[in-house]
T-cell receptor
Framework: DVKVTQSSRYLVKRTGEKVFLECVQD?????MFWYRQDPGLGLRLIYF???????EKGDIPEGYSVSREKKERFSLILESASTNQTSMYLC??????????????FGPGTRLTVL | EDKVVQSPLSLVVHEGDTVTLNCSYE??????LLWYKQEKKAPTFLFML????IEKKSGRLSSILDKKELFSILNITATQTGDSAVYLC?????????FGAGTQVVVTP
């Protein structure tokens, strides 16, 4: 059974704190993604990665950074958390398949509240 | 600027009704369009569409893509309360996924 796991389901942090959100997949997928989901805005792509040590900015990278030191793990970092980063964060992975099989598998999400 | 627009934003139907959800898009380098269902947890995959006019079907759900008019529809027939969810449309631009805001469907008994 394929699985994407995220380190926390709920997280409460204070403004200015450094926050680490961890994502691990066990499907040997090349591609990994971080999204945030807010009411009325759908999922917005923060960063994605095609390979180890490789990262690409998504649509809203400001205030975030990422790290991919191992294929199975993709970390999202909030260097100095702010209240407008309160959101649901979703991690996903997908295979790199030349036939076009690009279904994304999602983790359960981390609901982050910044006070 | 790439965009994916879903309509309606929400709807309420009675069990047994048929619903049609719309997804229109404007993206560069289109590869595929995907539909997901999201209940109170992570989105789960429904369909991936790459070619125009070919209907994908799974039980009471079906979907079709029109690459000329740049839209897709998702149909749910004989709705059940378990179909209540947010339905998300996403377009894959060769690895970068753009999501719509979603359509919230509520099916009442």
């Amino acid at each position: 059974d394929v699985k994407v796991t995220q380190s926390s389901r709920y997280l409460v942090k204070r403004t200015g704190e450094k926050v680490f959100l961890e994502c691990v997949q066990d499907m040997d997928h090349e591609n990994m993604f971080w999204y945030r989901q807010d009411p009325g805005l759908g999922l917005r792509l923060i960063y994605f990665s095609y390979d180890v040590k490789m990262k690409e900015k998504g649509d809203i990278p400001e205030g975030y950074s990422v790290s991919r030191e191992k294929k199975e793990r993709f970390s999202l970092i909030l260097e100095s958390a702010s209240t407008n980063q309160t959101s649901m964060y979703l991690c996903a992975s997908s295979p790199l398949d030349g036939r076009g099989n690009n279904e994304q598998f999602f983790g359960p999400g981390t609901r982050l509240t910044v006070l | 600027e790439d965009k994916v627009v879903q309509s309606p934003l929400s709807l309420v139907v009675h069990e047994g009704d048929t619903v049609t959800l719309n997804c229109s898009y404007e993206v560069t380098n289109f590869r595929s369009l995907l539909w997901y269902k999201q209940e109170k947890k992570a989105p789960t995959f429904l369909f991936m569409l790459t070619s125009s006019g070919i209907e994908k079907k799974s039980g009471r759900l079906s979907s079709i893509l029109d690459k000329k008019e740049l839209f897709s529809i998702l149909n749910i027939t004989a709705t059940q309360t378990g179909d209540s969810a947010v339905y998300l449309c996403a377009v894959d631009s060769w690895g970068k996924f753009q999501f719509g805001a979603g359509t919230q469907v509520v099916v009442t008994p």
